[in-house]
């Protein structure tokens, strides 16, 4: 991508009943987001993200990232 762009291309916003339903949702969506070519992506750490234990929980804070991913 040429620099004068913004790096944020897309943006997933999901909803659901409870958290489960949206972490599903996210899931899903991220998903059908697997045949994006050419640019490098941010969904499989989206992916990552969702399966972790802590994350699916709602355990999380401000240095979460960097201490779960070692960022």
């Not at 949702?25 to 499989?44: E, K, M, Q, Y």
């Amino acid at each position: 991508m040429p620099p004068y762009y913004d790096s944020m291309l897309g943006k997933l916003i999901v909803i659901g009943a409870d958290r489960p339903a949206a972490l599903a949702r996210s899931a899903a969506a991220l998903a059908a987001c697997a045949d994006i070519t050419g640019i490098s992506t941010t969904v499989p750490f989206h992916r990552d993200l969702l399966r972790h234990p802590d994350f699916t929980r709602g355990e999380i804070h401000t240095g979460w990232v960097d201490e779960a991913f070692g960022l």
